[in-house]
C-alpha cells in the first residue's frame, strides 16, 4: 500500500484515505464571459494524459478533507512530491531538457 | 454585529433528547460484560460540538479564541483540553470545539462576540455527531484491527487526534490518557460502529459504562 505525505497533516498517510481529482493547476479564466465556445470547451472538458510526470490535485477525505497537489508518474506510480496549492511543484517535465542544454553548455565551454 | 442566525437549538422545553446510539440499548447493557474486561466503551452523549473556521496565520483569531475559551488553538493533528471542553484541529482552517451539553449556545454567544468582525464560521453541528470513549488495555488492540493508521504511542502519543479510515467508513480518532481513546462518530454511522465495536472487542471482553 502506498504511503502519501499530506502537507496539511504533515505526515505520511495510507493511500485509503485519499481520493485523486484530476489535473491541477487549470485557472479559471477570469471573464469567462469573453471566452471563445473553445477557449471554455478546453477549460471545461479537455484534460492531459501524459505518459510521465503528471501534476494532480488530490484530496485527504479522511484526515483533514484538503486538497493539495501531487506530481506523480504515470508509469511507474511514483509520487514525487506532494505541495500545497498556489505554490509551484518541483519536478516538471521543463526540468529534464533544461539540464541538458546546460550541460551540453558546459561542455561547450569546456 | 453579526448578521448569523444563532439561536437556542437544544429544546428546553423538557422535549425527550435521544443520542444515535438510543436503540443499541447502551444503557441496558451497563455492568452485563465480564468481569475483567479488555475494553471499556461510555458513551459521551448529547454534548455540545462546534465547528469553528477561520485563518489559523491571523493573530486577532488565535487571540479571539482564546479569549473566548481559554485554550490555545491546536497545531496540526492536536487536541487541547480543559476540564470538558476540547478544541481540536480539524484542517488548517477548521477546529471542533466540543462543551458539556447545554453549554453550547452560550459558548457559540461568547466566540462570536470574541471574534467580531473577523471572517469566520462557527456552526453548531452537536446533532450530527457524538463521541464514543473506549478505555482499557485492550482498546490499543481493537484499533489496530480496524484501522490503517499506526495508534502505537510512538506514533500517537496522548493528546493526538487524526480524521482516518475505520472498519469500512471514516471518523476521528483522539488519544485522550493513557489508555483511553474517543472515537467521534457521524450520526448516521452510529449503529455501525456500534455493532463493529461489540465484535472486535468480543475476545477481550467488553463492558458497557454509564
Known amino acids: 500500500m502506498l504511503h502519501i505525505f499530506c502537507p496539511h497533516c504533515g505526515e505520511l498517510r495510507s493511500e485509503e484515505e485519499f481520493h485523486a481529482s484530476g489535473q491541477a493547476h487549470i485557472p479559471r479564466p477570469l471573464d ?11 477549460y471545461m472538458f479537455f484534460r492531459d494524459n501524459p505518459r510521465g510526470l503528471h501534476h494532480e490535485l488530490w484530496n485527504h477525505v479522511a484526515g ?3 486538497f493539495f497537489n501531487a506530481t506523480r508518474n504515470t508509469v511507474t506510480y511514483e509520487i514525487l512530491e506532494t ?8 519536478f516538471t517535465e521543463q526540468a529534464a531538457p533544461l539540464t541538458t542544454t546546460a550541460t551540453r553548455e558546459q561542455g561547450e565551454k569546456v | 454585529m453579526t448578521t448569523a442566525n444563532v439561536y ?3 429544546p428546553d422545553s423538557g422535549a425527550k433528547a435521544e443520542s444515535s446510539l438510543h ?9 452485563k460484560g465480564r468481569k475483567n474486561p479488555g475494553v471499556t466503551v461510555r458513551e459521551k452523549k448529547l454534548l455540545g460540538h462546534l465547528t469553528l ?3 489559523a496565520k491571523d493573530p486577532a483569531f488565535a487571540e479571539g479564541v482564546h479569549k473566548a475559551l481559554g485554550l490555545e488553538l491546536p497545531v496540526a493533528l492536536s487536541l487541547v483540553a480543559k476540564e470538558d471542553t476540547s478544541l481540536q484541529w480539524m484542517g488548517p482552517d477548521e477546529w471542533l470545539l466540543i462543551v458539556p451539553g447545554g ?3 452560550a459558548v457559540e454567544h461568547a466566540l462570536r462576540a470574541a471574534l467580531a468582525g473577523l471572517h469566520i464560521s462557527v456552526v453548531n453541528v452537536s446533532g450530527g455527531q457524538q463521541l464514543l470513549e473506549l478505555s482499557g488495555p485492550k482498546v ?5 484491527k480496524s484501522t490503517s493508521y499506526d495508534v502505537h504511542p510512538d506514533n500517537f502519543p496522548v493528546g493526538k487526534a487524526v480524521g482516518t479510515v475505520f472498519a469500512k467508513s471514516q471518523l476521528v480518532i483522539r488519544h485522550t490518557a493513557e489508555d483511553t481513546w474517543e472515537l467521534l462518530i457521524r450520526r448516521s454511522f452510529s449503529d455501525y460502529w456500534c455493532l463493529w465495536l461489540q465484535d472486535a472487542a468480543a475476545e477481550y471482553g467488553l463492558n458497557v459504562e454509564a
Open chain 1, 32 to 42: 469567462p464571459g469573453a471566452c471563445t465556445d473553445a477557449e471554455w470547451g478546453d
Open chain 1, 64 to 66: 483533514c478533507r484538503q
Open chain 1, 83 to 90: 505541495y500545497l496549492i498556489g505554490t509551484q511543484p518541483q
Open chain 2, 8 to 10: 437556542q437549538q437544544r
Open chain 2, 23 to 31: 436503540q443499541a440499548n447502551l444503557a441496558g447493557l451497563i455492568g
Open chain 2, 53 to 55: 473556521r477561520g485563518d
Open chain 2, 103 to 105: 453549554q453550547e449556545f
Open chain 2, 140 to 144: 490499543r488492540e481493537v484499533l489496530m
